[in-house]
């Protein structure tokens, strides 16, 4: 008969390390189940729905009528403005939603649990996901069908770009709450990752006209390309290949800034 030999433990001499268990493959139901959490956590705070779905409505309402002399220069900057203004509120109330998430040790609980990592930055992707295809629908068609925003193209592929600037601001947003040890810092980011793309995305004037370092600068910014898009889609009738790549590269970088951010998640946790 074989006699049972008892298991080593870190005490015992010479036994051998334990290792972790590895890391269960992204599934389908772990991660819906994380988004469904989390919206069940933002429903309890109005506030914050509040900001996502107005804030971007009221600034273009605001500035339909600061240019209502001028409603040209409102068509000229409106179709860039509906992409951007998503994206700075997504990347604010993502990074500080994630932030209050690590230093309350809720992910920290949520990783001891059998959740592998990808689950849970595509729970967080998907939950704030579908609340951009919300905010950016309704900005689209404030902007379009209530203040007249003249575009050449499809109003749905300005929607397509407004819903990818807004996952990419909640890819960001989940990035830059690693790093951030407060709310207080984490909206400290802000200036730090989306004014400079603000400042150089061709939006005060195109990128050509800029100096050559700063151009080359916003040839690796998502922002550049948001923007291009959104301006294919005033001037063109039909999709252009210029679009169509523009798109894919935003699409590519929230993909690349969420994989970083999964990379990132054992950071901060309380």
Not at 54 to 80: K, Q
Not at 91 to 112: D, H, M, Y
Not at 170 to 190: D, I, R, Y
Request: charge should be neutral.
């Amino acid at each position: 008969m074989t006699t049972p030999t008892a298991t080593p433990t870190a005490a015992t001499p010479g036994a051998p390390a334990l290792t972790p268990a590895p890391t269960r493959p992204l599934t389908l139901a772990r991660t819906t189940a994380t988004a469904a959490r989390v919206l069940r956590q933002l429903s309890h705070d109005p506030r914050t729905i509040a900001l996502l779905m107005l804030i971007p409505c009221v600034m273009l309402f605001l500035l339909r009528y600061v240019f209502d002399g001028s409603p040209r220069t409102f068509d000229s900057i409106g179709a860039s403005l509906l992409g951007i203004f998503p994206l700075i509120t997504m990347f604010l109330v993502t990074s500080i939603a994630t932030l209050r998430e690590r230093t309350s040790g809720t992910l920290e609980r949520l990783l001891a649990m059998p959740l592998g990592k990808g689950d849970l930055i595509a729970g967080y992707a998907l939950a704030f996901g579908a609340l951009a295809i919300v905010q950016s629908a309704l900005a689209t068609g404030l902007a379009v069908w209530f203040l007249g925003l003249d575009v050449t193209g499809s109003p749905w592929l300005l929607l397509l770009v407004a819903l990818l600037d807004a996952l990419l601001g909640t890819a960001l947003g989940l990035f830059v709450s690693a790093f951030a040890a407060s709310e207080f810092q984490a909206v400290q980011f802000m200036p730090a990752v989306i004014f400079p793309q603000l400042l150089l995305c061709g939006l005060f004037t195109p990128r050509d006209r800029m100096h050559p370092a700063l151009e080359a600068v916003s040839d690796v910014l998502p922002m550049s390309y948001a923007v291009d898009g959104m301006n294919e889609v005033l001037r063109h009738t039909d999709m252009t290949t210029t679009f169509v790549r523009d798109a894919l590269i935003v699409a590519g970088c929230a993909l690349l800034v969420l994989a970083l951010g999964a990379a990132t998640l054992k950071r901060r946790t309380a």
